[in-house]
C-alpha cells in the first residue's frame, strides 16, 4: 500500500533540497502549486500522468517516489538501470480496459501468466488452429517519426488476419508484443489501444501479450511491435489451393496503397529527395499516401466461405503477385496474369517516376494496386465479383493453365 505522508514528506524534501519553491515546482510541472500543496499534506497522490516528469524534475526515479525512501546509492537497482517497475505495472493496469471484451470465449483478463480461450466449437466437426506472427516491418519507423502510433497497429492486425483467412480461417484472438527503451505512457497505451481496435474491427479479441522494457537493448523512444493470431476453420473447408483447376480464373481485389511492404525503397527515395514528403498524390500528401492503414479483406470475403466457390486465395505483400500467388497455385498448372489489366494506383506511378524503378522491380516490391487475389471458376466469377465490390474493388486479371511455371505475366503494366 502506499503511504501518502511518506510519499508526501520525499517530494517536500526533495523539492527543498533542489531550492524550490511549491511554485516553482509547479511551474516546471505546468500544474498548479495548490497540487504540489496536496501532494506534500498527503491529502493525495500524484496521478500517474505527471508521476515521469515529476521523478525526472526531482532527480529520482518513480519508485522512490511512490515508496517514500532513497534507495541506496551504491547499491544496484533495476530502476538505476532504466526500468521503474511501479510505474510499469501502473501502465499495465491502464491496459486493462483494452482487454475487456464480450467474447464469451476470453476466460481471462491481465493478470494471469498466460491467457485462457475456450476453443470448443460445436458446429465445428473437425476444428483446425490456424496461427501467425507478424510485424509491421520498418513501415513502423515511419509510424514513430510521422504520428502514425495507432495507424501502425491496424496495419500489424489487418496483415496478420488477411494471412490467416487466405486458408477460410476465422479470426479468434491475438497476443501482441511491444519492447521498447523506456516506458512512455502515452505512447504505450496508444499501441495497445491502436491493437485492440483493430482486433474488434476484425472480429476477434487481444486477449493478452508482453509489453518489454529493455532500456540497455532498444534506444530511448524506439517501439519494436509483434503480434500472434489463432483462427480457426473446418479442416474439410481448408482453402489450400489444391482444388485449383485448369480455366479458373484469378481476381484482383484492390489495395488502398503500400500497405506494409516496400518501405526500405520508399525511405530510400525520401531520403534522395526529401521534399517529396508534402507533394500532393490524389489529395494527400506523400506522407499521408505511404501511411495509409493496410487494408484487412476478411469482411469482404468471408461471406464466401461457405459459399464454397473460392478454390484459392493469396495475399499480396512482399514478392509481389509473382511472390504469392504461386504459394497456392498447383503443380503442372500456371496463372497467366495480364499485367494490362492490373489498375495502378496512383501512389506506385509516383514512386515509380521520381525513383526511376523499372517494372520487374515495381512488381517484385509492391503489389501495385492488388492488394489480395482470389482463384474461382468461371461459373461463379461474376458472382465472387458482385460480392467483394460491395466493400473493395475486384476485377479479372487472369487464368489457370497447364504450364510449369506457377506464374506467368503476360502484356505490361500500363503506367498511363
Known sequence: MLDSIKVGNFIMDKRRALGLTQQQL???????????????????????????????????????????????????????????????????????????????????????????????????????????????????????????????????????????????????????????????????????????DACRENECSLVGGETSIQPLVVESGVYVLTSSIAGIVEKSKVIDGSTIEEGDVVLAIASNGLHTNGYSLVRLLMDKMPKIKLDKIDGLTFIEQIMKPHTSYYKAIKGLFDKNVIH???HITGG????????????????????????LLNIFKYIRNNGNISDDEMLRTFNCGVGFNIVVSQKYKKMVIKHVSQFYDCYEIGIIENGDKKILFDNRLSWV
Open 26 to 196: 509547479a511551474d516546471k510541472l505546468n500544474i498548479s502549486y495548490q497540487a504540489i500543496s496536496k501532494w506534500e499534506n498527503g491529502t493525495t497522490y500524484p496521478n500517474i500522468e505527471i508521476l515521469k516528469d515529476l521523478a525526472i524534475v526531482l532527480d529520482v526515479t518513480v519508485d522512490e517516489i511512490l515508496s517514500g525512501n532513497d534507495k541506496d546509492v551504491e547499491g544496484l537497482s533495476y530502476s538505476k538501470a532504466g526500468v521503474d517497475i511501479t510505474y510499469t505495472d501502473i501502465i499495465k493496469k491502464e491496459m486493462s480496459k483494452h482487454l475487456e471484451t464480450s467474447d464469451s470465449r476470453v476466460l481471462t483478463g491481465l493478470g494471469p501468466f498466460a491467457s485462457l480461450y475456450d476453443i470448443n466449437f460445436p458446429e465445428i466437426k473437425e476444428p483446425v488452429l490456424v496461427l501467425k506472427s507478424e510485424e509491421p516491418g520498418s513501415k513502423q519507423k515511419l509510424a514513430m517519426e510521422y504520428g502514425y502510433t495507432e495507424s501502425i497497429c491496424h496495419d500489424m492486425i489487418n496483415h496478420l488476419v488477411n494471412d490467416i483467412v487466405v486458408m477460410g480461417a476465422k479470426p479468434l484472438a491475438v497476443l501482441d508484443t511491444i519492447v521498447c527503451g523506456n516506458a512512455e505512457k502515452d505512447t504505450i497505451k496508444s499501441l495497445v489501444k491502436g491493437v485492440s
Open 312 to 314: 484459392g486465395m493469396a
Open 320 to 343: 509481389g503477385i509473382e511472390g504469392n500467388l504461386c504459394r497456392v497455385i498447383p503443380e503442372g498448372l500456371c496463372a497467366k496474369i495480364d499485367l494490362s489489366k492490373i489498375r
